[in-house]
């Protein structure tokens, strides 16, 4: 200073206060060109050097080297030289960054025109001396005390690859390395998610309630500035409840940003019992150790995300392969390039019965496919997954009948589908197919049997109904039948060939004759038949065939038919054995199963029952044809000594009317006459009945009125409906037409109805015919008002020989079968409506005719 207290230009001390900020430009275009300084910010980079130069100022000035310096000054070459400590500076770094502060002011220095250079100078270098003897003893001691450090945190790294016992033993190190610290905290985490990860102090319990809200309200803070910070310093902008953190007997809160790549990864934490504050010495070697750290925790994050993932990807990999291996459908996948199989799962083997392992090319899929409607083979290029992986066709519900590698059949249905890359190119292709064997032959077998049912019941012809199961099995159920029927069903055994060659079955008669009779061949059959259980017979190794195994003539029976697999069933029916159907496949190459057993077995059955029906039948017809020709006889051999008894009755009715006899003898007379006609009737409509089912019975067709037949009718028994008190009328259009039928038996039914309906009538009832056109039709009708039929009784009043209970009359129950025939012989047909305590109608048609016979 001058006299009056101006700085003096010509003192180097206040020539380095003046020019500050030049030295520190000129002295920051030095130093940038060391590799530490490159990357660190022009702030950061000169930070503390003002006040390194400030202190240089004091020393070179009045007080001199050695001299007593402001207390704030006296640690600032030490500072920097722990700043740059912590910045990764070398000691040479630090000592290279003095001397170009050394020549920056000399430089500065001359050319401003300098003054007595030779004082300051020494000045100037015993500062400097100083200031770089402070900073690399200070350096020196930091750095072992930081190597320290980081060879604690280097073998905590070492030590696990867990995140959280890294920053377990990072704080442990932290307190070893800072005697200050009692309490350390690691919080990762952004601002609005930072969770404690470690702690190391807390000797009371973990951070809990309002003391852990406290934590991350000051952690959040520390984020906010990007800088550390002390809890002091922050309070200012942080609500009251943030000094529970101190509710651990803190003093002294310290936080550290850990920051990596320009991004907030957390916080950590520091507290001290007994300390006011933290020394800067204290705080540099935090912020340094927690600096370091950070790229650990970062790896380490890297890492457990990376095992996470790893164990994810495991985890997500042993469930795909579960879920490929236990889903209930085949599954392959087929790369693009080559059609090369990449998996296949468990049911992929086990609906084909063969492996895929292998495949390395689109010829190597599936051999033995064919299409459902027509039979067709597959091409390879067919095949829904070669579709999928060359054009990306995708492929819905496509079914496909597979000869699988056990040599039995089955039915697959099959969904294909491409993968595709992000530029929408097929990569590979997905293929599922689920095996519908079991529900395509439920199905197929459901309507095979009904179709069977049906067909075989269109018959009852014994022989036709042997004819009929031949050709439904063939080659629905295999390539051969063989019906062979028991002598005790016929009188003599009867086999029933069926193949779809006619040639190839003259062949298989030829040989069959040449095998029979065969021993063994009669023993299976026999044991069949007797055990009632159907015997499947998958190749020609099942044991029942090893006695014909020797036998030559069976075994070119097998040959030269191609016999693959048989089955034998036998049909049962009502606890009766009727024979035993012989199934086998030969060219279609099919071998059977338990679920074709089950299917020829219930045909077996249906068969049957349809043969069985057929016999009876049969028998039945033969019963009805001989009681026809029995009554017929009867009758007919009946009537001449009936007539005989008729007349006798009559001559002597005449003679004792004429001797004026005793009035009983004449009653006893008009009885036997009464029984005679009545037994003249029931032969006349037995043997009309006879005549009728034989097939027997002539119509002498004629043109004639229906009018005339309808009075006719009537006047026949108006003395009887007089005696009776009943109403008995007549009706009938005007523009009837005439018919052509056989007037006698037309007015048979009308007599028939007629006698009926006069019976249930009583006194002051009626009874009326009419005559009626419907289109090509003339309708007779009888109606009465009498106690009508019920209803339940309806539909058997036209069978033969059938009575109703409730109307108090008998009869011989033909009248109105007889009436049936003759009118469906005319082409017409009869019916009846009635409803009980009003009365009945009867009705029948007979068709107009042209006037000519």
């Not at 029976?557 to 054995?577: F, H, K, N, Q, Y």
């Not at 019975?697 to 009718?713: N, S």
């Not at 007599?751 to 039709?777: D, I, M, P, Y």
């Amino acid at each position: 200073m001058d006299q009056l207290g101006r700085p003096n230009e010509r003192r180097l001390s206040d020539f380095i206060r003046r020019h500050r900020d030049a030295i520190l430009e000129a002295w920051k275009q030095r130093v940038q060109t060391l590799s530490p300084a490159r990357q660190l910010s022009d702030p950061m980079l000169t930070d503390h050097v003002p006040g390194v130069l400030a202190y240089i100022a004091e020393i070179t000035g009045e007080a001199g080297a050695g001299a007593e310096v402001d207390r704030k000054l006296r640690g600032m070459p030490g500072y920097h030289a722990l700043n740059r400590l912590a910045h990764g500076y070398d000691l040479a770094d630090v000592v290279k960054e003095y001397a170009d502060l050394r020549a920056v002011i000399l430089e500065l220095w001359e050319r401003d025109g300098g003054g007595d250079g030779g004082h300051e100078l020494i000045r100037l270098n015993g500062a400097l001396d100083d200031a770089i003897a402070d900073a690399v003893t200070r350096y020196q001691e930091a750095r072992v005390r930081l190597l320290q450090a980081l060879d604690l945190i280097s073998a905590a790294a070492l030590g696990s690859t867990d995140l959280d016992a890294f920053l377990t033993a990072l704080i442990r190190a932290t307190r070893e390395a800072a005697a200050a610290v009692d309490v350390a905290i690691v919080l990762l985490g952004d601002g609005d998610a930072l969770d404690v990860h470690a702690t190391a102090g807390l000797d009371d319990g973990p951070l809990l309630g309002p003391p852990l809200e406290a934590t991350r309200e000051f952690a959040r803070a520390v984020l906010a500035l990007r800088g550390p910070t002390s809890l002091d310093a922050a309070l200012r902008t942080l609500p009251a409840t943030a000094r529970e953190i101190r509710s651990r007997g803190l003093r002294a809160v310290y936080g550290v940003p850990l920051i990596h790549d320009g991004h907030a990864i957390g916080v950590a934490i520091l507290g001290s019992r007994n300390a006011e504050e933290f020394s800067e010495e204290d705080t540099l070697m935090l912020r340094t150790m927690t600096s370091r750290a950070t790229g650990i925790i970062v790896q380490a994050q890297l890492v457990a995300r990376e095992r996470a993932s790893r164990h994810q990807a495991d985890d997500a990999r042993a469930l795909l392969a579960t879920v490929v291996e236990q889903m209930p459908a085949g599954l392959m996948i087929g790369e693009r390039e080559t059609g090369r199989l990449l998996l296949t799962n468990r049911q992929a083997t086990e609906i084909f019965r063969q492996s895929f392992e292998g495949i390395q090319s689109i010829e190597g899929y599936i051999g033995r496919g064919f299409h459902v409607q027509s039979g067709k083979a597959y091409e390879t290029w067919e095949w829904p997954l070669s579709r999928t992986v060359t054009t990306g066709e995708v492929v819905n519900n496509e079914e496909i009948d597979v000869l699988r590698g056990d040599g039995t059949w089955g039915r697959i249905l099959v969904r294909s589908t491409p993968v595709r890359d992000p530029d929408g190119r097929v990569s590979a292709g997905v293929v599922t197919f689920f095996d519908i064997t079991e529900r395509t032959r439920a199905e197929q077998a459901q309507r095979f049997l009904a179709a069977a049912s049906a067909s075989l019941s269109d018959s009852l012809d014994f022989q036709s109904t042997l004819d009929r199961l031949g050709r439904i099995t063939v080659p629905e159920l295999g390539d051969w039948c063989v019906i062979q029927t028991l002598p005790e069903v016929e009188a003599a055994r009867r086999v029933t060939v069926t193949h779809a060659s006619p040639e190839t079955i003259k062949k298989a008669r030829a040989l069959l004759r040449d095998v029979d009779p065969l021993p063994g061949l009669s023993a299976l059959v026999e044991d069949v038949l007797c055990s009632e259980r159907p015997e499947l017979i998958r190749d020609l190794s099942h044991p029942l065939l090893a006695p014909l195994a020797e036998n030559a003539a069976f075994r070119r029976l097998v040959r030269e038919l191609g016999i693959t697999s048989a089955m034998l069933v036998p049909m049962v029916a009502r606890g009766r054995t009727f024979g035993c159907i012989a199934l086998a496949t030969a060219e279609s190459g099919r071998v059977y199963d338990e679920a074709d057993l089950a299917v020829a077995h219930d045909l077996a059955q249906r068969a049957a029952l349809a043969a069985d029906n057929a016999r009876l039948y049969e028998a039945a017809q033969r019963a009805i044809e001989l009681r026809d020709n029995v009554l017929a006889t009867v009758s007919h051999d009946l009537r001449n000594p009936l007539s005989a008894i008729i007349t006798a009755a009559a001559v002597m009715t005449k003679r004792a009317a004429a001797r004026g006899g005793d009035r009983g003898d004449t009653k006893a007379l008009q009885a036997i006459q009464r029984s005679a006609h009545r037994m003249d009737r029931l032969i006349h409509d037995l043997l009309d009945f006879a005549s009728l089912r034989a097939g027997r019975l002539e119509l002498r067709r004629q043109p004639q009125d229906p009018r005339e037949i309808g009075r006719e009718a009537v006047e026949t028994f108006e003395s009887q409906a007089h005696e009776k008190g009943v109403r008995l009328g007549a009706a009938a259009d005007d523009d009837l037409p005439i018919i052509a039928c056989d007037r006698d038996r037309v007015l048979q039914v009308l007599s028939n109805l007629l006698s009926n309906a006069l019976k249930v009538t009583g006194a002051q009832g009626s009874v009326t015919v009419r005559c009626e056109r419907r289109e090509e039709h003339v309708v007779f009708s009888v109606s009465d008002t009498g106690p009508g039929i019920p209803e339940d009784e309806l539909p058997y009043l036209f069978e033969r020989f059938w009575r109703g209970q409730r109307n108090g009359y008998k009869g011989t129950g033909l009248g109105l079968a007889i009436a049936r025939e003759l009118v469906a012989a005319h082409g017409g047909t009869i019916s009846v409506d009635s409803r009980v305590g009003v009365g009945t109608t009867f009705r029948f048609t007979i068709p107009v005719g042209d006037g000519e016979v």
